[in-house]
């Protein structure tokens, strides 16, 4: 399915995404969720998680609480019990070894996307410690073998997300280039990207939804741009770009 059709699915269906996030995406997430046609709530209380019945999930590891924590595993367990999809963003796992460690057990539910930036996938494919705090330190090249294994041993697509985003189900590899460098100027923007791949996730397969959801980004990128004179304007001219139904052309 090619990424405009997709995005357009996400939009007839309107699927409701429980975003298990850190306190700095959340506002981000919810606005790009409902700029394309997703339902974003964001359910932290683990009771409350555990009788949710979305139609896909994100567990976001940053802002790691006992109680957020306690939150992801329950709302994960949840979703692969009922066979919805849920996303995997290991923020910080690259230089947090606690985080490392949790984002490897959540592995056994079975997350249908990985997404991630080069120094977290090194992390949770070879137990690399690099990174600095949620940032790489890794270039993309260095994870590109290491990517194809994991998501091969994993059975998840992995997203991995730079200059240029990398996306592999371990056999094909697909690049998908745009954005602009400004993006990584904004606090949450990979959160979000995460949160629209677990909307993609809950109306197509994972491999195509992982597409749609990185090439949607970097267009909207590309779109904010050209209105934005900072990193404040970028993030608020992106939002418009991810509300535009007609931003990857005709499906």
Do not use: K, Y
Request: aromatic residues 2%; glycine residues 8%; charged residues 15%.
């Amino acid at each position: 399915m090619l990424p405009a059709a997709l995005i357009r699915l996400v939009r007839a269906r309107a699927p409701l995404v429980h975003v298990l996030t850190n306190p700095v995406a959340a506002a981000l997430s919810a606005n790009a969720l409902l700029a394309v046609g997703a339902v974003p709530a964001m359910v932290e209380d683990a009771d409350e998680a555990a009788a949710f019945r979305p139609d896909a999930v994100l567990a976001n590891l940053g802002s790691l609480t006992p109680g957020r924590a306690t939150a992801i595993r329950v709302a994960v367990e949840a979703a692969m019990l009922a066979g919805r999809p849920w996303v995997l963003d290991p923020v910080a796992a690259g230089s947090i070894p606690a985080r490392r460690e949790f984002a490897c057990g959540l592995l056994a539910s079975c997350p249908c996307i990985v997404r991630a930036n080069a120094s977290e996938v090194l992390a949770l494919a070879e137990g690399v410690g690099t990174g600095r705090g949620p940032e790489s330190t890794a270039p993309a090249a260095a994870a590109l073998a290491a990517m194809r294994a994991f998501a091969r041993a994993s059975g998840a697509v992995v997203a991995m997300t730079g200059a240029v985003d990398h996306v592999t189900d371990g056999a094909a590899m697909h690049l998908i280039p745009g954005g602009t460098a400004l993006m990584a100027r904004i606090s949450g923007l990979g959160c979000t990207l995460s949160a629209v791949a677990a909307a993609c996730a809950a109306v197509a397969p994972r491999l195509p939804a992982a597409i749609a959801a990185c090439t949607l980004f970097a267009r909207a990128g590309e779109r904010a741009m050209a209105h934005a004179a900072g990193p404040a304007s970028l993030a608020v001219a992106l939002v418009d770009a991810l509300a535009d139904p007609d931003l990857l052309g005709p499906a």
